[in-house]
């Protein structure tokens, strides 16, 4: 690649790390961004992004209007069966639906613009943690070299073993998704979501984004991986059956892939600090318990990760400040993407009889709110 030493090298331009990047840009430090993927990237799959996120994303430049984020109050909860809904109130947007590749391009492209130097289709193939310095080893034998590495590769990323971190446990929560364009039927009025509650006796869920001329269906599902499949082709059917979504894409469902969550591993793992090397996003275990959100919490690591790197390139001890990461992300985070300490069956009668209950649950879902 170059000989240049980046005060940071940054692996994986997902949120997690291309808000790393701008974060660290912002606070003048030189940094490496380096994606297998070419950017931009189309993915016009709909994700919804809390609206604590707000405050964050301005801070990172990325304006929500032109991406464009669409602010969303309408959630319906229903029961498994589909006979029971509850309507949470929201005094606010409880969040925005955004096209998920939209929203990666926008952080890229702000990162670029701050300085960002972007290494794109390259893959991050090894790690070399030096005295002084991290070597990132790319495909075709480059090398990018930084002072400090973020690792925020994603998940389920081989390079954690390679910088002595363990891998996340795969807590047993599997997820699938399958977004189609609608085009028999008029677009949404207006954004709205669909949480259909208690797949199972745990915490599953199927989630839908009404979004547009599109759907988005997924399930989060604590059983085996092998029922990922069927239960969100039921899903969708039911939702078809109900008139929750316009066309059936069952058949679209099956064709899914089942990916592991990393739902709150981060709580289980012993460190987030390597040699040198901090670890955000999805692949630190940054995720929501309660809601398998992702987004904002792998942002929200990568800000609080930057505070720490930044403060570290200026000390001689600069290990010792890294690892002020592991409480600083602790005491900021963890309730946030700690499951809600309430057993399902005990909670979920209630939120179909009573609008406080669904209104916590609400707060629950999009705020990380205990319930
Ligand atoms: C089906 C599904 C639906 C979801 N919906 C939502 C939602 O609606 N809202 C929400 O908040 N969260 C959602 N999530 C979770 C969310 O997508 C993730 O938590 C979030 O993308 C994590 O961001 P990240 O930057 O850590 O990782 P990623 O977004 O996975 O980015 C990692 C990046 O690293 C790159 N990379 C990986 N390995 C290498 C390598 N060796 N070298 C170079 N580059 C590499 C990848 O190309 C990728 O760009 C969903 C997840 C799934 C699976």
């Not at 899903?235 to 739902?263: F, N």
Request: proline fraction near 6%; include cysteine.
């Amino acid at each position: 690649m170059t000989d240049e030493t980046y005060d940071v090298v940054v692996v994986g331009a997902g949120p997690a790390g291309a808000a790393a990047a701008i974060l660290l840009s912002q606070r003048e430090r030189s940094v490496a961004l380096i994606d297998s993927a070419g950017f931009p990237r189309e993915d016009e799959s709909s994700a919804w992004l809390s609206a604590q996120a707000t405050p964050l994303v301005e801070q990172l430049g990325v304006n929500l209007g032109s991406i464009p984020a669409k602010p969303f109050q309408n959630v319906t909860f229903f029961s498994a069966d589909f006979a029971k809904t509850a309507t949470p109130a929201f005094a606010e947007p409880a969040g925005y639906l955004v096209r998920r590749g939209a929203l990666d391009n926008a952080l890229v492209d702000v990162a670029t613009s701050a300085g960002v130097t972007l290494v794109q289709n390259a893959t991050a193939k090894d790690v070399q943690l030096g005295e002084s310095n991290v070597d990132v080893l790319l495909d075709g034998d480059k090398r990018v070299s930084g002072r400090l590495l973020i690792l925020a590769a994603g998940r389920g990323s081989p390079l954690l073993a390679r910088c002595g971190f363990a891998r996340p446990s795969e807590a047993p929560l599997w997820t699938a998704q399958v977004d189609a364009r609608i085009t028999d039927a008029a677009p949404a009025p207006e954004p709205r979501i669909t949480i259909v509650l208690g797949l199972d006796r745990g915490g599953s869920f199927g989630l839908i984004c009404h979004h547009e001329d599109r759907v988005s269906a997924s399930v989060n599902w604590g059983g085996e991986k092998h029922e990922a499949s069927p239960t969100l082709i039921n899903l969708c059917k039911m939702a078809y059956a109900h008139e929750i979504i316009p066309v059936d894409v069952g058949r679209q469902a099956a064709a899914a892939t089942v990916v592991a969550s990393p739902a709150s591993a981060a709580l289980d793992m012993d460190t987030h600090v390597g040699k040198h090397t901090l670890l955000i996003g999805d692949a630190g275990g940054f995720v929501s318990a309660a809601s398998n959100e992702g987004v904002y919490p792998a942002m929200w690591s990568a800000e609080i990760a930057t505070e720490v790197a930044h403060a570290a390139l200026d000390t001689p001890l600069s290990q010792d400040e890294l690892m002020s990461f592991n409480s600083k992300w602790r005491i900021k985070m963890a309730d946030y993407l700690r499951s809600p300490n309430t057993d399902p069956q005990f909670l979920l009668p209630l939120v179909f009889s009573n609008q406080a209950m669904a209104d916590r649950m609400g707060a629950a879902f999009f705020s990380g709110e205990n319930i």
